[in-house]
């Protein structure tokens, strides 16, 4: 009989031991559902710079208008025409991101009102009045370059530019002589823009224009002369741009 109650005495240690060595392997499990979950970390956001875009933008601009001419240059400086004036315009262009290197093309254009101030560039000739120059509208075609950080935007561009622009000058007192012109040239320039909205940024930049020598011929009785003008602009815009296509997208883990 005490036989007996060894025997269970000891299945029933055994079988306590045995249960009381598996409640550690069966403990964690029970702590972890009762912990608090971790907050869930939100995905980062990294905007995409490609796709098209379209804009407007408006600023001031300043020029110079140099003149190369024996008549008007019985020195040796070289007369100058100082301009400058409000700008207003728009915008088109296209952008691909690789990684935060930025390419892209833009096509601008500008009315513009850059009058230089009438002078008398030869006080010692009489009559020479009414000499300078306005710059009704300017463009640019450029490619553009930048690197982007986040939702800012740094980059440089470079390429054509044109002008239309009224040349007035006089060597008599009969009056200025006027001529429309057509010019072509070359711009460069650099600028940052930074997206606030989903699809939309604004910027702030800067151009410097340049449009070589030309042969501007003018008459004055029984003497026809020709003067060479070369001209240099400097542009100050800020704009806004809105993105047609490319949007914020949500990075992947």
Known sequence: MET???????????????????????APPVAAADMPLKARTEPAVRLLWT????????GWGWGTMRVDDPLFRPSDTRPEFKSDGPIAG?????????????VGLELDGSW????????????????VFGNGVEIHALATATGRVGYAMGPWLFYAKAGGAYAYMD????????GPISTTEHRFGVTGGAGVEVAF?????????????YFPEHSYTFVIPSTPNSSSLDHYVHLVKAGINVRLGGDAVVARY
């Open 51 to 58: 796709g098209y875009y379209a804009g407007a933008h408006g």
């Open 167 to 174: 040349i007035t000058t006089a060597i008599t007192a009969q």
């Open 4 to 26: 007996s109650i060894r025997r269970a005495a000891f299945h029933c240690l055994t079988f306590a031991a045995a249960v009381a060595a598996s409640m550690p392997a069966s």
């Open 197 to 209: 909205l989903r699809n939309v940024s604004a910027k702030v930049e800067y151009n410097y224009l």
């Open 112 to 127: 513009a009102s850059l009058r230089s101030v009438t002078s008398n560039i030869n006080p010692q000739i009489p009559g």
């Open 90 to 102: 728009g915008q088109i262009g296209a952008n691909w991101q690789f990684g935060n290197v930025v």
